[in-house]
Every structure is written in C-alpha cells, then in structure tokens.
C-alpha cells in the first residue's frame, strides 16, 4: 500500500512504514505526517500489527524540515504544521504497540526527533545524526527538547542543539541513545530480527510496559507503584501470562498471542 510520500508494508505481523520521498532526503511533508498518523492510528486498533518499523528510502532517514520550503511560512502556518508533527509524536507514544526506527544516512531535525520517538532505535555504525535547527534559526519541534535531555543529560541536550554539530551512531550508541548499531548492509536484516522477536512476544505486557514507562517520565513513584498495580491485577488473567507460566513450567518456549 502507498500513500502520498508514504509507504506502508505489512509482513507477517510487523508494520513497515517507510518514508517515501527520497528525492528530498526524506523531508517531511503535510502528505508524509498525515499518512504516518493514519497508518499508527490504525495499526494501534489492529490486532494483527503487533511490532512496527519507521524506516526512509533512498540515501537517508529524514532529513526532517524541508528547507526549501523554509522561509515562506507565516507564524500561523508554521502553528498548525508542528500541531500536526504533535499529533504525530503523541499518537506515536500512545500506541501500545512498539515501534522500531532504522536509521540509515543522515537523521536531521525533526528527522531525529521522529527517530527519538519511536521506542528503539537500531541504526547504520555510518548513519549521522544532526540537530540542525540553529544553523537556519530554529528552535527544536517534534518533542526533540522532551527527549534528548532525558537521554543525555540537559548540558549535552544543550550542546548539541546549540552548536548543531553532527553527531555519529557510534556515540550516541556510547550515550545509550540508539538501541544497536551494524553495519549499513546488515540493518535491515537486524531490524527485521528484532521485529520478529518483539511481534512473537506478550504484546499486551509491552503495550503495558511502553505506558508505564512513559508515565514514569512525569509521575511520582506512588503514582507508578499503584498503576503497577492495577495493570498487573489484569495482566495476571490474560492468554500470554497462562501461556507464559505453562511454558515454564513444561520448559518449552512460549507461544504468546498477545491476548
């Protein structure tokens, strides 16, 4: 299936969503922000989806903002097209499914920004990855500012998006920000593994995981203690976890459906 600037494969039980404008390095377009938003939204609701990838075509994975458009826009219009880019952040962080980025090239902007959404992040060792927004005289959009200082520490966030200096997939590896780093011509096939692995486990608990770990960003700890709590009390009667303790104890793997 393909949307305007978007291309959208499901193998097996693994959604690959790839950003298809590779003539413009993957540059975000209404188009593109809109499809991916569509296509979460409903792979969120789609019991058969049960692990997704955000991939680009061509040379990179995002060049983020589109510069050649930059400059033309009024403070209205600038409004309404991050207010898209937040509907697409927050939808990615409330879907119960978890979502891979593979990063290829160069992940710039709000390029990087989309990568740091996604709940892992497996990358090319030559990828690059830039905060470009001071060299044209931005600030950060797409939750960059949220993200990065949780990840590195705010005097790092802060320097990387002050001086806008490439950053490799090796040091950001360093700082625990990507998940794995191979080689550029084995990433699909280590994305693809991951994939498997995750779409073949307790997708409900990782669901559950995913929220809580996003709550934990924000709450106290009694909040997450008694939510803990509570999601527990329906884990403990779902498919995956009878299916989980059978398997323990006849010692075979276990054959979660994510139910």
């Not at 980025?101 to 160069?106: F, K, L, N």
């Amino acid at each position: 299936m393909e949307t305007m600037h978007l291309l959208v494969e499901q193998s097996g039980s693994v959604l690959w969503l790839t950003l298809n404008r590779p003539e413009r390095l993957n540059a975000f377009s209404p188009e593109m922000i809109a499809g991916l938003t569509r296509a979460i939204e409903r792979a969120a609701m789609d019991d058969a989806v049960r692990a997704i990838v955000l991939s680009g075509a061509g040379r990179a994975f995002s060049a983020g903002g589109d510069v050649k458009a930059m400059g033309q826009s009024s403070a209205s219009q600038a409004y309404e097209h991050i207010g898209r880019l937040n509907r697409l952040i927050m939808t990615m962080k409330s879907c119960e499914k978890p979502i891979i980025a593979a990063v290829h090239g160069v992940a710039a902007g709000a390029g990087f920004n989309l990568a740091l959404a996604c709940d892992l992040i497996l990358a090319a060792e030559d990828s690059q990855f830039i905060l470009s927004f001071a060299n044209v005289g931005l600030v950060s959009d797409g939750g960059g500012s949220y993200w990065l200082p949780r990840l590195v520490g705010p005097h790092l966030a802060k320097q990387f998006f002050f001086t806008a200096e490439p950053i490799s997939a090796h040091r950001l590896y360093e700082l625990g920000v990507l998940s794995k780093i191979v080689p550029a011509e084995e990433l699909r096939e280590a994305v693809e593994a991951l994939a498997a692995k995750l779409a073949a486990g307790p997708t409900k608990a990782i669901g559950k995981q995913k929220r809580l770990i996003e709550h934990a960003l924000t709450a106290t700890l009694e909040e997450i203690l008694e939510e803990e709590r509570l999601i527990q009390g329906l884990m403990v009667e779902t498919d995956d976890h009878r299916e989980g303790v059978a398997a323990f104890k006849e010692k075979r793997k276990p054959v979660f459906q994510g139910k």
